[in-house]
């Protein structure tokens, strides 16, 4: 089975720290992901990573950024933490050269900024 | 602008059948459709995905009408633990990067 790992379940943070939020996974999947769900806006996709060092924007990529620096691992990093990044963060990740593979994912990191 | 439209919910009886409609009638030729499901607290959870032909794997069934404009997922027996947010998704390769997740139908399962 496919595991998608994210490191904390339930983070609390403060305004105008530094976070990181850690994801790794098992399967060898070249793709990995970033998204971040809010009710009522559904999935919105903040970065993603097709290969070790490579990075493209999604949709909502102002105030993170992120890092692959091995296969198996996709860090989110919120540079300053702000009110309006309270969410639940969901790390995904999928096969590459395999066409119409689905996407897999950790069970989130709910992050509440004080 | 949807691109999927499914009922909000939907009540199943333990053990019998769930019968889950989804639309998707602007569908194009190279967009698969892909069926996601989430538990509460939990990430998305990939079910099944398919083209044209109807498929079958350890978790669901998926029929997809001949004109590809909908199709259904059927969870054969359902238990409790299938009570969660079922999305109907469309996808192509090229945009392997954006799952857009609607809202999806509230399942609940019940003994």
């Known amino acids: 089975d496919v595991k998608v790992t994210q490191s904390s379940r339930y983070l609390v943070k403060r305004t105008g720290e530094k976070v990181f939020l850690e994801c790794v996974q098992d399967?060898?999947?070249?793709?990995m992901f970033w998204y971040r769900q809010d009710p009522g806006l559904g999935l919105r996709l903040i970065y993603f990573?097709?290969?070790?060092?490579?990075?493209e924007k999604g949709d909502i990529p102002e105030g993170y950024s992120v890092s692959r620096e091995k296969k198996e691992r996709f860090s989110l990093i919120l540079e300053s933490a702000s009110t309006n990044q309270t969410s639940m963060y969901l790390c995904a990740s999928s096969f590459q050269d395999r066409a119409h593979q689905p996407q897999h994912f950790g069970d989130g990191t709910r992050l509440s900024i004080l | 602008d949807a691109k999927t439209t499914q009922p909000p919910s939907m009540d199943c009886a333990e053990g019998r059948a769930a019968n889950l409609p989804c639309n998707h009638s602007?569908?194009?030729?190279?967009?698969?459709v892909y069926w996601y499901r989430q538990i509460h607290s939990q990430g998305p959870q990939y079910i099944i995905h398919g083209l044209k032909n109807n498929e079958t794997n350890e978790m669901a069934s998926l029929i997809i009408t001949e004109d590809r404009k909908s199709s259904t997922l059927i969870l054969p027996h359902a238990t409790l633990r299938d009570t969660a947010v079922y999305y109907c998704l469309r996808m192509t390769t090229d945009s392997w990067g954006k799952l857009q997740f609607g809202a999806g139908t509230q399942v609940v399962v019940t003994p």
């Open positions: 602007t569908i194009s030729g190279n967009e698969y």
């Open positions: 399967m060898d999947h070249e793709n």
């Open positions: 990573s097709y290969d070790v060092k490579m990075k």
